[in-house]
């Protein structure tokens, strides 16, 4: 507990990553997140139990095509009731899908690296919409570099909606009074998050069967809803 403290991790009911994780790339000491994480990014759910440390969450925003484009993501969380495994995902609007920059539309305003962020912002929400999140440590893991360090700074020298999205993902942390920890995952260690984002020929209730039947957990999975409100606000960012 005290070595949680030590690296900023505030105390919280334990949430765990994916099972069978490989060990975090080799990087940089300054890049790694603090021991208490690495830890935590390998373990199983129950290792290091007398060391509550913060939320593991894996967010994934895939690009499919120029015009279809969506969202999704898992977490892990425990209560006094039990441990719980969650998941989510949304289709971003078409206005969005449409604006998008590619090869075949490379005057749009909108990167990819854009839609990660916005992904990650409606992560925040969908954790906080079932969460009492005040004065916890959330760590979300990113296979896209720069949506990692655009929430590492809070902060950007673009005006594109990047800007505007962490300005909202500022408001967001303020108002729900919670930590933001993000590092970079290999895409490999990132399965559960790019199958929320790129399975959508699954109905939702195939998706959780997917779900329970390929990520076996030991409690059952939970499939989360971006709220309406949130989806319309992001979607004017």
Request: glycine fraction near 6%; charge should be neutral.
């Amino acid at each position: 507990h005290a070595d949680c403290e030590a690296h900023g991790a505030l105390p919280i009911p334990l949430l765990r990553c994916d099972g069978g994780v490989p060990p975090p790339l080799r990087r940089s000491a300054a890049a790694q997140p603090p021991p208490p994480l690495r830890r935590q990014f390998c373990s199983q759910l129950g290792s290091h139990a007398g060391c509550r440390q913060p939320p593991v969450c894996g967010v994934e925003v895939a690009l499919l095509s120029a015009s279809c484009d969506f969202g999704g993501g898992v977490f892990f969380f425990s209560t006094p009731s039990g441990s719980h495994a969650c998941l989510w995902r949304h289709r971003f609007p078409r206005s969005v899908r449409l604006n998008l920059s590619s090869f075949a539309n490379p005057d749009g305003s909108i990167t990819n690296s854009d839609l990660e962020l916005c992904g990650n912002i409606a992560h925040h929400h969908v954790i906080a919409s079932i969460l009492d999140i005040r004065e916890a440590t959330i760590w979300t893991g990113s296979d896209n570099s720069a949506n990692v360090f655009w929430n590492r700074k809070g902060s950007t020298t673009t005006t594109g909606p990047a800007a505007y999205l962490l300005q909202h993902q500022a408001l967001h942390q303020r108002r729900h009074r919670y930590i933001p920890l993000h590092d970079f995952v290999p895409g490999t260690a990132n399965a559960m998050a790019d199958d929320c984002s790129r399975l959508w020929d699954l109905s939702d209730d195939a998706l959780l069967a997917y779900f329970i039947s390929s990520y076996p957990q030991t409690v059952s999975w939970t499939l989360c809803q971006l709220p309406s409100e949130v989806y319309s606000e992001l979607s004017l960012i």
